[in-house]
């Protein structure tokens, strides 16, 4: 069974420029969830979609969004980006996103905002 | 209420020993508590897992134990291995969704 997909792996950015992260879950996994980890910050919960719903957010500003297609696939969308954006974005995939279901992490998409 | 508190910060253990990792948290909301290894260029791979219903479970070389009454978690790797240096993460969430709080992180380094 393949795992998580994230592309692209690395993506440099200006400071303003918008940017779009992409998230194939494993087949049959319902559940999308997106996180940032930075050294600073650690592993940070930005938001989880279910079903095409956005079931979950956290605690970031509005210029982080997101959405999830009928096939689950699901993308992250940063705008006017800011230098304290560059971080390692994660996606995890778990089949039904309830209580207790394992979720899976892709190996991320690294952004740098220069 | 969101935290999850992991100690320490960074472990460094004989071949052969036990390396233990420990987390406390606060919401009494969380029910389910995994533990994920991160290699470096690599993203966080699920070890093990427990709900509070238990107080112990083990995987092979790693075992969690749980004390719901003190709010806290450990990970313990028997016989550890050098292949087993990486950073190690506790996480919890609770029954609404898929939200996990994750501790600040655990380098561990096995020398041989």
């Known amino acids: 069974k393949a795992g998580v997909t994230q592309t692209p792996r690395y993506l440099i950015k200006t400071r303003g420029q918008q940017v779009t992260l992409s998230c194939s879950p494993i087949?049959?996994?319902?559940?999308v969830s997106w996180y940032q980890q930075t050294p600073g910050q650690g592993l940070q919960f930005l938001f989880e979609?279910?079903?095409?719903?956005?079931?979950n957010k956290g605690n970031f500003p509005g210029r982080f969004s997101g959405r999830q297609f009928s096939n689950s696939r699901s993308e992250m969308n940063v705008s006017t980006l800011e230098l304290g954006d560059s971080a390692l974005y994660l996606c995890?995939?778990?089949?039904?996103?309830?209580?207790?279901?394992?979720?899976?992490f892709g190996q991320g998409t690294r952004l740098t905002v220069v | 209420q969101q935290q999850v508190k992991q100690s320490p910060q960074s472990l460094i253990v004989q071949k052969g020993g036990i390396s233990i990792i420990n987390c406390a948290y606060e919401n009494t909301a969380f029910d389910y508590f995994p533990w994920y290894q991160q290699f470096p260029g690599k993203g966080p791979a699920l070890l093990i897992a427990i709900r509070p219903d238990v107080s112990e479970k083990k995987e092979g070389r790693f075992t969690i134990s749980f004390n719901k009454s003190a709010k806290q978690f450990s990970l313990h790797i028997m016989d550890s291995q050098p292949g087993d240096s990486a950073t190690y993460f506790c996480a919890a969430s609770n029954r609404y969704g898929n939200k996990l709080v994750f501790g600040a992180g655990t380098i561990l380094r096995v020398k041989s």
């Open positions: 995890a995939s778990s089949s039904r996103g309830g209580p207790g279901t394992e979720a899976f």
């Open positions: 979609y279910f079903s095409e719903t956005q079931r």
């Open positions: 087949s049959g996994h319902r559940s």
